[in-house]
């Protein structure tokens, strides 16, 4: 355990919660100040930014261009404004943590942390943070428990179980390593492994929150309302896959209370999280969010955008600003219950990847997933997904309800698809046992045909 590190994080949090006080003009000034350090820093360490931003350093946030992985990655070496690092020199880091070659949770050299993408949206990114920023990352997923309401401290420790990837690179093993201690005893599974191992894991533990992926906690409930699971944790939470709002009511049935639905990446740490009215605040004294049209243009409050433009406010390692992300989200107003200031993010319908392009009479057809959600959501226990191969469409149903037969299934999904203006595209339907799974161990709801295989 390391007690600098674990003392920055209660000091950060300590501190974070005098900002939920904070009213709209105290927000824009904490951002404004803080975007002016962070480019001061930038422009000083990386030639990559001054390049990228060559004769715009002193024009606003929305005038600048934006920045991609591929673009990072391509000029990490120019990009992080420390001449210590090296992209190569990282990514032998991680290959020697994936080969069993050390603990995530402590720092590279003494003064660094890492993490990587499973590349499932593109080429794969490697992300890397000093300590200060590092104490950031862990208070800011911390900080999704604050505005929960689920409290943590010396005399009643945060008994977590976490159930994701056990890749070690992956940033949520990163943080349960660097967070292990007596305050937060973590219970760390694997998506992959056997439910019933899984159950008999939980049962044994008694986590007081439960954490993983949507197409994890869903066939959990199940376990739970079948009397197998018997656990009782004071919050659910769904992270880095959608939760749509069928499982999550799935979830309240199983345990009693709604779950939260905590929005993040590797990139940026904690982007939003709910409060008790369930409001998914955006961390505004964090980072900067942009929902955008294709062309990168602003859409205005209540409509989704094409993506997401992200600055993180603490980044100084390897910045990011106006960072794209293929998320597409929609910005809402200030007004909540709870009395919190920071934005609302009023929904998160996925990301670009997940629209699949299919044969139409004049031309390709966009299909959003929403398609398939209407359809399946009600006829899969455990989950589902849409597979685009060469020939049509493979739709996987694991734990296929009582009541649905894979022939009314295949039926009603190539009734949609006629319907959304989609022709010459077989679909075939298969009862599974279990998804097929990331890298990382996420279960995506539809893969396309440039998808991860």
């Given at each position: 355990?390391?007690?600098?590190?674990?003392?920055?994080?209660?000091?950060?949090?300590?501190?974070?919660?005098?900002?939920?006080?904070?009213?709209?003009?105290?927000?824009?000034?904490?951002?404004?100040?803080?975007?002016?350090?962070?480019?001061?820093?930038?422009?000083?360490?990386?030639?990559?930014?001054?390049?990228?931003?060559?004769?715009?350093?002193?024009?606003?946030?929305?005038?600048?261009p934006s920045v991609t992985k591929a673009d990072l990655?391509?000029?990490?070496?120019?990009?992080?404004?420390?001449?210590?690092?090296?992209?190569?020199?990282?990514?032998?880091?991680?290959?020697?943590?994936?080969?069993?070659?050390?603990?995530?949770?402590?720092?590279?050299?003494?003064?660094?942390?890492?993490?990587?993408?499973?590349?499932?949206?593109?080429?794969?990114?490697?992300?890397?943070?000093?300590?200060?920023?590092?104490?950031?990352?862990?208070?800011?997923?911390?900080?999704?428990?604050?505005?929960?309401?689920?409290?943590?401290?010396?005399?009643?420790?945060?008994?977590?179980?976490?159930?994701?990837?056990?890749?070690?690179?992956?940033?949520?093993?990163?943080?349960?390593?660097?967070?292990?201690?007596?305050?937060v005893p973590t219970l760390r599974l694997d998506v992959?492994?056997?439910?019933?191992?899984?159950?008999?894991?939980?049962?044994?533990?008694?986590?007081?929150?439960?954490?993983?992926?949507?197409?994890?906690?869903?066939?959990?409930?199940?376990?739970?309302?079948?009397?197998?699971?018997?656990?009782?944790?004071?919050?659910?939470?769904?992270?880095?896959?959608?939760?749509?709002?069928?499982?999550?009511?799935?979830?309240?049935?199983?345990?009693?209370?709604?779950?939260?639905?905590?929005?993040?990446?590797?990139?940026?740490?904690?982007?939003?999280?709910?409060?008790?009215?369930?409001?998914?605040?955006?961390?505004?004294?964090?980072?900067?969010?942009?929902?955008?049209?294709?062309?990168?243009?602003?859409?205005?409050?209540?409509?989704?955008?094409?993506?997401?433009?992200?600055?993180?406010?603490?980044?100084?390692?390897?910045?990011?600003?106006?960072?794209?992300?293929?998320?597409?989200?929609?910005?809402?107003?200030?007004?909540?219950?709870?009395?919190?200031?920071?934005?609302?993010?009023?929904?998160?319908?996925?990301?670009?990847?997940?629209?699949?392009?299919?044969?139409?009479?004049?031309?390709?057809?966009?299909?959003?997933?929403?398609?398939?959600?209407?359809?399946?959501?009600?006829?899969?226990?455990?989950?589902?997904?849409?597979?685009?191969?060469?020939?049509?469409?493979?739709?996987?149903?694991?734990?296929?309800?009582?009541?649905?037969?894979?022939?009314?299934?295949?039926?009603?999904?190539?009734?949609?698809?006629?319907?959304?203006?989609?022709?010459?595209?077989?679909?075939?339907?298969?009862?599974?046992?279990?998804?097929?799974?990331?890298?990382?161990?996420?279960?995506?709801?539809?893969?396309?045909?440039?998808?991860?295989?």
């Open positions: 355990m390391d007690l600098r590190l674990i003392s920055r994080v209660l000091f950060l949090r300590a501190a974070w919660r005098r900002r939920d006080h904070w009213d709209a003009a105290q927000i824009t000034a904490h951002q404004d100040h803080a975007l002016g350090g962070l480019r001061r820093a930038t422009y000083a360490g990386s030639e990559f930014y001054r390049r990228h931003h060559a004769g715009l350093h002193d024009a606003p946030l929305d005038q600048l990655m391509e000029h990490f070496d120019e990009a992080v404004t420390t001449p210590d690092l090296s992209l190569a020199e990282l990514e032998n880091h991680l290959l020697s943590l994936t080969q069993g070659g050390g603990d995530p949770g402590r720092p590279w050299k003494r003064r660094w942390w890492a993490a990587a993408t499973a590349g499932t949206t593109g080429r794969r990114g490697t992300f890397v943070w000093n300590r200060s920023e590092w104490a950031t990352v862990l208070a800011s997923y911390a900080r999704a428990n604050d505005w929960a309401g689920i409290s943590a401290g010396l005399t009643r420790p945060l008994k977590m179980a976490l159930v994701s990837s056990r890749v070690p690179t992956h940033q949520s093993a990163v943080v349960g390593a660097s967070l292990r201690s007596g305050l992959t492994a056997p439910m019933d191992e899984t159950v008999a894991a939980l049962n044994r533990f008694q986590p007081r929150i439960l954490v993983g992926y949507a197409s994890a906690l869903k066939p959990l409930a199940a376990e739970q309302r079948a009397g197998r699971l018997h656990i009782s944790p004071q919050g659910v939470m769904s992270a880095s896959e959608v939760l749509t709002r069928h499982t999550a009511s799935e979830l309240e049935a199983a345990w009693g209370s709604a779950p939260f639905d905590v929005y993040a990446a590797t990139e940026t740490a904690g982007i939003a999280s709910p409060c008790a009215y369930r409001n998914r605040h955006v961390y505004e004294d964090l980072l900067i969010i942009e929902p955008v049209d294709q062309a990168g243009n602003p859409v205005p409050p209540g409509t989704t955008g094409a993506k997401l433009l992200v600055t993180v406010l603490f980044s100084r390692t390897l910045p990011l600003i106006r960072y794209e992300m293929s998320d597409t989200v929609s910005l809402g107003g200030r007004d909540c219950p709870c009395g919190r200031a920071f934005r609302i993010l009023e929904g998160i319908e996925g990301r670009i990847e997940d629209v699949l392009q299919l044969p139409g009479t004049a031309g390709k057809v966009n299909v959003h997933p929403i398609v398939f959600h209407h359809i399946l959501d009600q006829a899969a226990a455990a989950g589902w997904q849409v597979i685009q191969e060469t020939y049509g469409l493979r739709v996987l149903m694991a734990g296929l309800a009582p009541e649905a037969s894979t022939e009314g299934i295949r039926t009603a999904v190539a009734g949609a698809l006629k319907e959304a203006g989609v022709v010459d595209t077989q679909v075939t339907v298969h009862v599974v046992e279990r998804l097929e799974r990331t890298a990382l161990g996420k279960a995506p709801f539809v893969q396309g045909l440039t998808g991860p295989r």
